[in-house]
Protein backbone atom coordinates (compact mmCIF):
# COMPACT_ATOMS: atom_id res chain seq x y z
CA UNK A 1 0.00 0.00 0.00
CA UNK A 2 1.42 3.66 -1.12
CA UNK A 3 0.42 6.59 -0.02
CA UNK A 4 1.50 10.03 -1.17
CA UNK A 5 1.25 14.34 -0.46
CA UNK A 6 2.59 16.75 -2.06
CA UNK A 7 4.01 19.53 0.07
CA UNK A 8 4.48 23.10 -0.76
CA UNK A 9 8.10 23.00 0.42
CA UNK A 10 11.42 22.21 -1.02
CA UNK A 11 12.41 18.41 -0.73
CA UNK A 12 15.86 19.30 1.38
CA UNK A 13 13.41 20.91 3.68
CA UNK A 14 10.72 18.07 4.29
CA UNK A 15 14.04 15.10 4.56
CA UNK A 16 15.58 17.70 7.17
CA UNK A 17 12.60 16.79 9.27
CA UNK A 18 11.38 13.27 8.17
CA UNK A 19 15.06 12.14 7.15
CA UNK A 20 15.70 12.25 10.67
CA UNK A 21 14.34 8.68 12.55
CA UNK A 22 14.70 9.75 15.97
CA UNK A 23 12.06 12.92 14.63
CA UNK A 24 9.40 11.02 13.96
CA UNK A 25 7.33 11.67 16.89
CA UNK A 26 6.75 15.11 15.22
CA UNK A 27 4.97 14.17 12.52
CA UNK A 28 3.47 10.90 12.74
CA UNK A 29 0.31 10.84 14.76
CA UNK A 30 -0.01 8.65 17.68
CA UNK A 31 3.97 8.27 18.32
CA UNK A 32 5.08 9.55 21.14
CA UNK A 33 8.71 9.40 21.04
CA UNK A 34 11.41 7.89 19.45
CA UNK A 35 14.96 6.66 20.42
CA UNK A 36 17.61 5.45 17.70
CA UNK A 37 21.01 2.76 18.61
CA UNK A 38 22.48 1.94 15.34
CA UNK A 39 20.21 0.59 13.24
CA UNK A 40 17.64 0.10 15.87
CA UNK A 41 14.71 3.17 16.02
CA UNK A 42 12.46 2.14 18.59
CA UNK A 43 8.77 4.01 18.10
CA UNK A 44 6.82 4.61 21.26
CA UNK A 45 3.20 4.68 20.95
CA UNK A 46 0.21 6.78 22.77
CA UNK A 47 -0.66 3.61 23.97
CA UNK A 48 2.97 3.25 25.28
CA UNK A 49 3.20 0.37 23.95
CA UNK A 50 7.36 0.41 22.34
CA UNK A 51 8.01 -1.04 18.55
CA UNK A 52 11.00 -1.79 17.80
CA UNK A 53 12.40 -1.46 14.46
CA UNK A 54 15.56 -2.29 12.00
CA UNK A 55 16.57 0.65 9.73
CA UNK A 56 17.27 -0.73 6.34
CA UNK A 57 17.82 2.12 4.36
CA UNK A 58 18.91 5.94 5.49
CA UNK A 59 19.72 7.72 2.06
CA UNK A 60 20.31 11.46 2.19
CA UNK A 61 21.39 11.46 -1.26
CA UNK A 62 17.92 9.90 -2.40
CA UNK A 63 15.77 11.28 0.05
CA UNK A 64 14.92 7.34 0.98
CA UNK A 65 14.42 5.87 4.71
CA UNK A 66 13.34 2.13 5.12
CA UNK A 67 12.83 0.32 8.00
CA UNK A 68 11.20 -3.23 9.12
CA UNK A 69 9.08 -3.52 12.02
CA UNK A 70 10.05 -6.12 14.85
CA UNK A 71 6.71 -7.23 15.83
CA UNK A 72 5.39 -10.83 16.58
CA UNK A 73 2.81 -10.08 15.13
CA UNK A 74 4.67 -9.16 11.46
CA UNK A 75 5.79 -12.38 9.37
CA UNK A 76 7.65 -9.14 6.68
CA UNK A 77 7.67 -6.01 7.09
CA UNK A 78 8.92 -2.90 5.03
CA UNK A 79 8.29 0.52 4.49
CA UNK A 80 9.50 2.99 2.31
CA UNK A 81 9.57 6.87 2.34
CA UNK A 82 10.67 8.64 -0.50
CA UNK A 83 10.73 12.63 -0.54
CA UNK A 84 11.04 13.69 -3.97
CA UNK A 85 12.08 17.26 -5.48
CA UNK A 86 9.16 18.30 -8.14
CA UNK A 87 12.02 21.00 -9.08
CA UNK A 88 9.26 23.80 -8.79
CA UNK A 89 10.02 24.33 -5.27
CA UNK A 90 7.82 21.80 -4.13
CA UNK A 91 7.99 17.90 -3.18
CA UNK A 92 6.20 14.62 -3.13
CA UNK A 93 6.38 12.63 -0.13
CA UNK A 94 5.61 8.94 -0.78
CA UNK A 95 4.86 6.18 1.82
CA UNK A 96 4.48 2.85 0.89
CA UNK A 97 4.43 -0.34 3.03
CA UNK A 98 4.49 -4.02 2.39
CA UNK A 99 3.56 -6.60 4.97
CA UNK A 100 2.77 -10.21 5.62
CA UNK A 101 0.03 -10.32 6.70
CA UNK A 102 -0.86 -8.00 4.11
CA UNK A 103 -3.85 -6.71 5.93
CA UNK A 104 -1.19 -4.55 8.32
CA UNK A 105 0.38 -2.88 5.23
CA UNK A 106 -3.13 -1.74 5.13
CA UNK A 107 -3.14 -0.84 8.48
CA UNK A 108 0.35 1.00 8.67
CA UNK A 109 -0.48 2.68 5.68
CA UNK A 110 -3.96 3.92 6.69
CA UNK A 111 -1.69 5.28 9.62
CA UNK A 112 0.82 7.04 7.36
CA UNK A 113 -1.85 8.76 4.94
CA UNK A 114 -2.81 10.73 7.81
CA UNK A 115 0.96 11.54 9.74
CA UNK A 116 2.00 12.36 5.69
CA UNK A 117 -1.31 14.92 5.71
CA UNK A 118 0.10 16.16 9.19
CA UNK A 119 3.33 16.60 8.06
CA UNK A 120 2.21 18.56 5.16
CA UNK A 121 0.01 21.24 7.75
CA UNK A 122 3.55 21.51 9.42
CA UNK A 123 5.72 21.68 7.12
CA UNK A 124 3.34 24.71 5.08
CA UNK A 125 2.47 26.40 8.54
CA UNK A 126 -1.19 25.38 8.98
CA UNK A 127 -0.59 22.51 11.51
Known sequence: MRREVRIARRADEVWSLVGDPGRIAEWFPGIVSATVEGDTRTVVTAAGLPMPEQIVTHDPLQRRFQYRLKIPTLREHLSTLDVFDLGDGTSLVS?????????MALVIAGAAGAALHHLRDIMEGAG
Do not use: L
Open 95 to 103: YGADADPAT
